[in-house]
Nanobody, 124 residues
Framework: VQLQASGGGLVQAGDSLRLSCTASGRTSTNYVMGWFRQAPGKEREFAAA????????YYADSVRGRFTISRDRAKNTVYLQMSSLRPEDTAVYYCAAARYLGTVNTADESYDYWGRGTLVTVSS
């Protein structure tokens, strides 16, 4: 599976931004699609995930209520709609995929496929 993320940019606090991640290759398998982020000088952290077939979303506490993850199976694309952005949301955002075996794991080492990151910068 190859993943291509896009949609990052420079926005102001309070603005919205939508990230996209398009998958290619062996996409018929039931995956969990996740978004992770890594702020400057910090460890990479889980932001959100969604089960590919069931469409069940999961969120980190830091983004719940502000971010919405969704997927379009026809387009093999996962979206991360980010609203009410804060300067602390500034990070490189990565999409990732893991085989779905009944539970959603938020640890990045559980994900097998990764896209190149897209930078989101939120100015105050």
């Amino acid at each position: 599976v190859q993943l291509q993320a896009s949609g990052g940019g420079l926005v102001q606090a309070g603005d919205s931004l939508r990230l996209s991640c398009t998958a290619s290759g062996r996409t018929s398998t039931n995956y969990v699609m996740g978004w992770f982020r890594q702020a400057p000088g910090k460890e990479r952290e889980f932001a959100a995930a969604i089960t590919w077939i069931g469409g069940i979303p999961y969120y980190a506490d830091s983004v719940r209520g502000r971010f919405t993850i969704s997927r379009d199976r026809a387009k093999n694309t996962v979206y991360l709609q980010m609203s009410s952005l804060r300067p602390e949301d500034t990070a490189v955002y990565y999409c990732a995929a893991a085989r779905y075996l009944g539970t959603v794991n938020t640890a990045d080492e559980s994900y097998d496929y990764w896209g190149r990151g897209t930078l989101v910068t939120v100015s105050s």
